[in-house]
């Protein structure tokens, strides 16, 4: 009788351990990419930067806002031409839909850090916490640390961009 009970309790132990690794398995499955995350940095005065990375996620998500300590607030922006003028506006949310990576770079969307409390120099690490939610409402934070980039980099990146913009117009 008393064999019998331990060997149930082990059988429902057994049991418990395989729903725990199936728990986290579908939670590492819907788990949000961050790549190649970075802010452009300052100069002394300069009280705004933006971060930029790119995301891929297994399902639909939508980038709901995000969080740092460097900077007062901090907004979902896209950059867009207005005429001949580049203007950019706060968007509410960023939709990061499944298998597809969506980039976030200079000259289209990226995370406002306006109030910054002290200037960014290159090698800087900035944490950004970015909260993501899925279609069933679920909230998923990732926590990412942006490597602070100086600002002719970020020029670089942008003209190298462009150039690559105006060949595929051919
Ligand atoms: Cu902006």
Redesign the pocket.
Known sequence: MRIRKVALSMAMAAVAVAVAVLGLTGSAWSQVMVSDAWVRGTVKGQSAT?AFMSLKSPVDVVLTRAETSVAEKVEI?E?KMDGNVMR?KAVPQLEVPAGKAVDLGPGGY?V?LTGLKKPLAKGDKVALKLHFEGRDKKAQVVEVQAEVRDLAAAAAAKEAKSAHEGMMKH
Do not use: E, L, S
């Open positions: 933006g922006h950059m950019m990226h406002m």
